[in-house]
């Protein structure tokens, strides 16, 4: 059956009348859980606080003069990012569109698809150039339905027919492994193993998704006047490519070394229940690994910053590779004990010694000074962390804790840790 594009675009001449550069990157953008308008932050500072071969890890502040938000540690933020120039002007040139990429379009519904809308995301007029890097996600895993629509406008027969199959019950098997390749799923690798498949622009805005923003945890107290501040790591694809997102914002950091200004549009997201408890004398444990501790930092220097210490007791568990180059915010840490903003501090390191240890680890080292924290105590666990390997190992971990101290079979230490996320007392805070 045949699918054509239910929109239609149209050029205008006057070049006058082409919408600034931000109305695509801001106004058109969809924001989930947004708690407020986006607003353009200037970075102020930044640091490389671990520099290894596999992975950097950035502690970037913004400046707090035009930063109206209201938020409290443990909040997060939803950051903006901008597809990469060089693929935008790939993409241009090989739909043969460079020649009206900097020209006003309009784009409309065609008249026989009533029932049709425009994609919220989309603006209706301004630049192909910035509705590509500003709106729609370039790098997304393509759909069948998107994937379906390129058949129409590829000539090749053999390449229509293994489009048909990966689009068919069939061909499941390798349309998992392509969408499962980052460098093979973007639509200019998919054009380029595609070489006769010459969709028109329409095709494209009618089916990519929106560039979403990325969310990262607030690591500063909100008492903080000077800035907010987040973490970020750069890790690595096995082709050699970076996220979207951090590489973004490393151009972002570059910008910044050579004109001392650069605006990032951000907002801020609802809160969730990652926050420190309403009455201050409750204990709190934190469990973290790698950039995990973003958060704790928040948490750990508004507690820092308060003039009146009148707070109850904290542990942190901290996990990481070693105890060196990849210990995160370690004088800061060291910093909180001394004022008592932290009380306690258990660190291990994962590839500092012949002997892998990780948090789990050492959480079992003190199975009842934790079980009387947690249950006799009654103090407040967060853990923050990857959701495939740290998550379960640590509730693992904490389920055996329950275990030994109330000396309970494993259904009843379940039913114990599932009352304590019912009541908001074990909180976490995951990435994939």
């Known amino acids: 059956m045949e699918q054509k594009s239910k929109l239609k675009i149209s050029y205008d001449k006057d070049l006058n009348e082409i919408p600034p550069n931000e109305y695509a990157a801001t106004k058109y953008r969809i924001t989930p859980f947004s708690s407020s308008d986006i607003i353009s932050s200037s970075i102020c500072k930044y640091e490389l606080i671990t520099n290894e071969e596999d992975r950097k890890v950035y502690h970037l502040r913004f400046s707090t003069d035009n930063t109206c938000f209201n938020y409290q540690p443990g909040y997060t933020i939803g950051i903006l990012p901008s597809n990469c120039e060089n693929l935008v002007e790939k993409i ?140 970020f790591n750069v890790d690595k694809f096995s082709d050699g490519s970076k996220g979207l997102c951090v590489s973004w914002l490393e151009k972002c950091i570059r910008k910044f070394e050579n004109d001392k200004q650069c605006l990032v549009p951000m907002y801020l997201r609802s809160p969730s229940k990652f926050v420190l408890p309403q009455d201050d004398s409750v204990p709190i444990i934190m469990v973290a690994t790698g950039t995990g501790i973003s958060p704790f930092r928040g948490f750990l220097e508004h507690r820092h910053l308060q003039p009146e ?90 389920l055996q804790v329950f275990m030994s101290y109330r000396h309970l079979q494993e259904d009843d230490a379940k039913l114990l840790m599932k009352k304590m996320e019912d009541e908001g007392r074990y909180i976490v805070d995951s990435w994939n």
Do not use: M
Request: some cysteine.
């Open 92 to 231: 241009l040139v090989r739909l043969g569109l460079e020649h009206v990429a900097d020209k006003c379009y309009h784009v409309c519904v065609e008249q026989i698809n009533a029932k049709k809308t425009l994609p919220k995301h989309i603006p209706i007029c301004g630049t192909l150039r910035n509705v590509l890097l500003h709106n729609v996600d370039l790098n997304s895993v393509p759909k069948k339905l998107f994937l379906r629509s390129l058949i129409n406008y590829t000539e090749d027969e053999n390449e229509r027919d293994k489009i048909s199959y990966l689009c068919s019950p069939k061909g499941s098997t390798e349309y998992l492994s392509l969408i499962s390749n980052h460098s093979k799923r973007s639509v200019l690798a998919l054009l380029e193993t595609f070489s006769s498949c010459k969709p028109p622009i329409e095709i494209l805005l009618e089916y990519l998704p929106p560039l979403l923003p990325r969310p990262y945890s607030i690591c500063s107290s909100p008492l903080n006047n000077d800035y907010l501040s987040i973490t």
């Open 309 to 398: 210490k009148s707070f109850g007791k904290s542990w942190l568990f901290y996990g990481c590779r070693d105890s060196g180059s990849n210990y995160l915010f370690k004088e800061d840490l060291k910093k909180f004990v001394a004022s008592g903003a932290l009380t306690r501090l258990s660190e291990c390191f994962s590839r500092e010694s012949g002997t892998k240890e990780y948090v789990q680890d050492v959480i079992e080292k003190y199975t009842d000074e934790l079980g009387y924290w947690i249950l006799q105590d009654e103090a407040v666990v967060y853990l923050c962390g990857e959701f495939s390997k740290v998550l379960p190992a640590v509730k693992k971990a904490i």
